[in-house]
């Protein structure tokens, strides 16, 4: 990962506003887990600079590490409009992935033109369980495409999102994550030391975050 990126990317999401702090208020999840951060990269979708960054930061990780791509997959719905971006500075094509298949017409998961055996990294806006991203792979690989790796603005860096993603055999790559966001908000004194421990602490124990 490139460290300069991080922080770039980190301060960027700080400043517009699409993360949110609050160690002590934390948010709810629908799963109910307790999160200190909430995170919104849709709304670098409003900032050209930023999310020409962002892109240029997804170029830069593919021409580097899977040169031989020839597709360009965007996770609905916010890993959409990068992956629009990003395939048109490679001049590939683009295809995006449903939740899950329609409900009517052709019944598609998968829009857009994937041909057997293709090449294919998926973008994605977030990386929490890895979950969602993982599904979306495979409903590329079921397809007849072959995923070459996950790209994501963002990660929270969950240890059980990397060992899913290791034990599925797919590789996964982020432009930032959380400890460089939490680094730079306490630098710009958007948290104090005493928020700067909760938060560190989320990360390696979030089902026990405020629990006593």
């Not at 609905?76 to 395939?87: L, M, N």
């Not at 790209?151 to 993603?165: D, G, L, P, R, W």
């Amino acid at each position: 990962m490139n460290s300069q990126l991080a922080n770039q990317i980190a301060q960027s999401l700080l400043d517009i506003g699409a993360v949110n702090l609050q160690p002590k208020d934390p948010f709810t999840w629908s799963s109910g887990l307790l999160s200190p951060i909430y995170c919104d990269n849709r709304l670098t979708m409003s900032y050209p600079h930023i999310r020409n960054i962002i892109a240029e930061g997804f170029v830069q990780v593919i021409k580097e590490k899977y040169p031989d791509v020839e597709v360009i997959a965007g996770t609905s719905t916010a890993g959409i409009p990068h992956a629009a971006w990003v395939s048109d500075k490679l001049r590939l094509p683009m295809i995006y992935i449903r939740d899950k298949a329609k409900g009517h017409g052709k019944k598609n998961q998968i829009e857009g033109l994937l041909k057997p055996d293709q090449k294919v990294i998926v973008i994605e806006d977030l990386i929490s369980t890895g979950g969602s991203s993982l599904k979306a792979a495979k409903a590329v690989e079921e397809a007849g495409g072959y995923v070459q790796a996950v790209v994501a603005i963002f990660t929270y860096q969950f240890e059980k999102a990397s060992k899913t993603f290791v034990e599925e055999n797919i590789q996964l790559h982020t432009l930032s994550n959380y400890t460089a966001l939490i680094q730079i908000a306490s630098d710009m004194g958007k948290v104090d030391s005493e928020d700067l421990e909760l938060l560190q602490s989320w990360r390696h124990n979030p089902d026990q975050y405020l629990i006593d």
